[in-house]
């Protein structure tokens, strides 16, 4: 079971981006599923989760400004609008508690993605 981030990218300041994060592999149920991001020099932070529910959850932040959506059990996308230079960061996905290949896998972080707003 793997996951993988795509969808970054360099835009202007206002302007907006999508971000897929895709499980691979034979899955039965993902809980949790959620976007941090790291900035240089930061520590990296939750942006925003998703629960097998459709429950959401944002950093004060990103409100108003960014959507997360479970788009089937294995994709969750991260719409992102308005956006910041201060949103610039690595992007990066994680699952947690997946049930799949026959295994439990208490979390899962996929390979981060590139987010550069210029101003």
């Known amino acids: 079971v793997q996951l993988q981030a795509s969808g970054g990218g360099l835009v202007q300041a206002g302007g907006s981006l999508r971000l897929s994060c895709a499980a691979s592999?034979?899955?039965?149920?993902?809980?949790?599923i959620a976007w941090y991001r790291q900035a240089r020099g930061k520590e990296r932070e939750l942006v925003a989760s998703i629960t097998s529910g459709g429950t959401t959850n944002y950093a004060d932040s990103v409100k108003g400004r960014f959507a997360i959506s479970r788009d089937n059990l294995k994709k969750v996308s991260l719409q992102m609008n308005s956006l910041k230079p201060e949103d610039t960061a690595v992007y990066y996905c994680?699952?947690?508690?997946?049930?799949?290949?026959?295994?439990?896998?208490?979390?899962?972080w996929g390979r981060g993605t590139q987010v550069t707003v210029s101003s």
């Open positions: 592999g034979s899955i039965l149920r993902i809980n949790v």
């Open positions: 994680k699952a947690d508690s997946v049930y799949g290949g026959g295994s439990y896998y208490p979390n899962i």
